[in-house]
């Protein structure tokens, strides 16, 4: 539920046509993990990691690092 929170809180900070392609994913102390459906948006959201780190950080979470980790679905 933290991580759904946190994804949210993160909404406005994400380009509108990456929002569809990301989703909230595990937390492991203070790194936490966003599940994307491709190559193209992973690097895209790796260009603004800082951003989306300092806003969560601004708003009381304790985040050291986000990890970025593609998820493809089986066909």
Do not use: F
Not at 11 to 19: D, Y
Not at 25 to 49: E, F, H, M, Y
């Amino acid at each position: 539920m933290e991580s759904t929170a946190r994804l949210k809180s993160l909404e406005s900070l994400i380009p509108i046509a990456l929002r569809q392609s990301v989703r909230a994913g595990p937390i492991d102390g203070t790194a936490w993990c966003l599940l994307v459906s491709n190559n193209a948006a992973a690097a895209k959201l790796r260009q603004i990691l800082p951003l989306l780190q300092a806003h969560l950080r601004s708003k009381g979470w304790e985040v050291t690092a986000i990890r970025v980790k593609i998820q493809t679905t089986a066909p």
